[in-house]
């Protein structure tokens, strides 16, 4: 992931140039991710109806939820739970792969905020990952580049699951690929939500 450096009024020419020079290029710590996406997607929605964000916490941690065993939003409290265990998990793709899991769970809670959950959980699963690649690629200040999306879509391919009929069904791995694919696509052709067929 790459932070670009703030456009200033009196930069503009030549410094217009080094704006858009990539000034981080190494992977992120997960601090620095979560807080960027984080303040990004709120940024996005215009500070409204922002969920409460707790992250790194234990397997099977005790929520209004119940114990969640994995990355989850809980309506009860409006709060994105992410867990340590899934921090580990996308580290093994990189730092855009939490980049998503965040984006991922913040869309969840807009679905709830905005009513338009769909019935059935692969559907939803599907609409929270095309919602994410359109935070993610919307998200100011943060660009992810070629790396970043084989990484976004090498963990989304690992998530996916074949539980046709289930009730934790999210989404084959080529559909959650796909889903996460056409939301940055819809991102960068300003198509935007719309993408994800929700108007
Ligand atoms: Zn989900």
């Excluded at 707790?54 to 119940?66: F, H, L, Q, V």
């Excluded at 959950?117 to 359109?134: H, I, K, M, N, W």
Aim: aromatic content about 12%; overall charge positive.
């Amino acid at each position: 992931m790459k932070i670009l450096k703030a456009l200033t009024a009196a930069a503009i020419g030549l410094g217009y140039v080094f704006a858009t020079l990539p000034v981080l290029a190494r992977e992120w710590h997960p601090k620095a991710v979560v807080d960027g996406v984080y303040s990004g997607i709120q940024k996005i929605h215009g500070y409204k109806a922002t969920p409460r964000l707790i992250w790194n916490i234990r397997e099977y941690s005790r929520t209004r939820c119940g114990r969640i065993h994995s990355s989850h939003y809980c309506k009860l409290d409006h709060t994105v739970y992410i867990m340590r265990r899934d921090i580990r998990m996308a580290y093994r793709y990189g730092d855009a792969a939490l980049a998503y899991i965040i984006a991922h769970e913040y869309a969840h809670a807009m679905q709830t905020v905005h009513g338009f959950t769909p019935r059935y959980s692969s559907f939803t699963e599907l609409q929270a990952d095309c919602l994410a690649g359109v935070y993610l690629g919307l998200i100011p200040n943060i660009t992810f580049d070629k790396k970043d999306i084989r990484e976004i879509a090498a963990f989304a391919y690992s998530i996916g699951d074949y539980a046709w009929g289930s009730k934790h069904h999210h989404g084959t791995p080529r559909q959650r690929v796909k889903a996460v694919t056409i939301g940055m696509q819809g991102s960068l052709n300003g198509q935007g939500v719309r993408a994800c067929r929700l108007s």
